[in-house]
């Protein structure tokens, strides 16, 4: 295994925890049965989304293999899950600031996964549980969590989808996006029954053909597992994607009038978060 450097003292770190909430805020975990369909863009977006909204965010990077939300947002985190993992640091002072963090306007904080290292590739199950209990614990002093899991359905994925309260399931109108969409949801159905699915379907080129993807998938799972996910958006292809994730600059901030963000609006306000 690629041996991680031990991270020096962040001279950014993020700013200090209020006071615990009653309640542990809302975790929204992304999830995808296949990888590029823009799990981790649309992750960061509604953290971006959540923190222009007033609410303090937090994200975590949860796909523990390939983890690279920090590199989509341009951030050079001191700590990562691999760092907390080992010890090293514990789990709230690995927290990092993007836009300045929660004491900023618009604002966030990130939780990096282990970037270019390939240390979490094969995580313990005793690595994931800490994770998954310190994510729970760190949502007490944040009005939402975002949780971007890693495409796919292995054992890591599950543990962390159980801390969610919501879960996103992210697929495109390619039948492979679709059919791993499905299997995606059959395996949570039998690992988290509580954790009820919805459906957004990223680049779409109309509409109207999303709707037809969300459809075509709502019916093999109402057939097939009695369950018929929410279709909590569509939100249609759009040049400045790509644009603003190669500037490394969340969406919301590139590109605030982009049809995108129009769409990845209308998302939030469905999902009805609390």
């Keep these: 295994m690629t041996a991680v450097p031990k991270p020096k003292e962040n001279p950014r770190a993020a700013a200090p925890r209020r006071a615990p909430r009653a309640q542990p805020a809302p975790v929204l975990a992304v999830a995808s049965g296949k990888g590029g369909v823009g799990k981790t863009w649309l992750s960061a977006t509604l953290a971006c989304i959540f923190a222009r909204q007033s609410k303090r965010t937090l994200l975590v990077d949860g796909d523990l293999g390939l983890a690279n939300v920090d590199v989509q947002l341009g951030v050079r985190a001191q700590a990562d899950l691999a760092a907390v993992t080992r010890g090293w640091v514990a789990l709230e002072d690995a927290v990092a600031p ?6 900023r306007a618009g604002g966030f904080d990130l939780l990096a996964g282990s970037s270019g290292t390939g240390a979490l590739a094969d995580p313990r199950s005793e690595d994931v549980a800490l994770i998954a209990e310190g994510v729970g614990k760190l949502a007490l002093h944040y009005d939402r969590v975002v949780l971007d899991l890693a495409a796919g359905v292995d054992p890591a994925l599950v543990r962390l989808a159980k801390t969610a309260t919501r879960l996103l399931v992210v697929t495109t109108e390619e039948p492979t996006a679709l059919a791993d969409a499905y299997a995606l949801i059959k395996v949570l159905k ?8 919805a459906v957004a379907v990223n680049m779409a080129d109309k509409r109207l053909s999303g709707r037809r993807v ?5 019916k093999v799972c109402e057939q097939h597992l009695q369950v018929r996910p929410a279709l909590a958006g569509i939100i249609r292809r759009d040049p400045r994607v790509p644009d603003s994730i190669r500037a490394q600059i969340p969406l919301p901030v590139r590109h605030p009038t982009s049809d995108a963000l129009d769409d990845v609006m209308s998302l939030v306000e469905s999902l009805s978060l609390t």
């Design 98 to 103: 993007v836009l300045g963090g929660v004491a």
């Design 190 to 197: 039998t690992a988290a029954p509580t954790l009820t699915p």
């Design 214 to 218: 969300y459809d075509h998938l709502a």
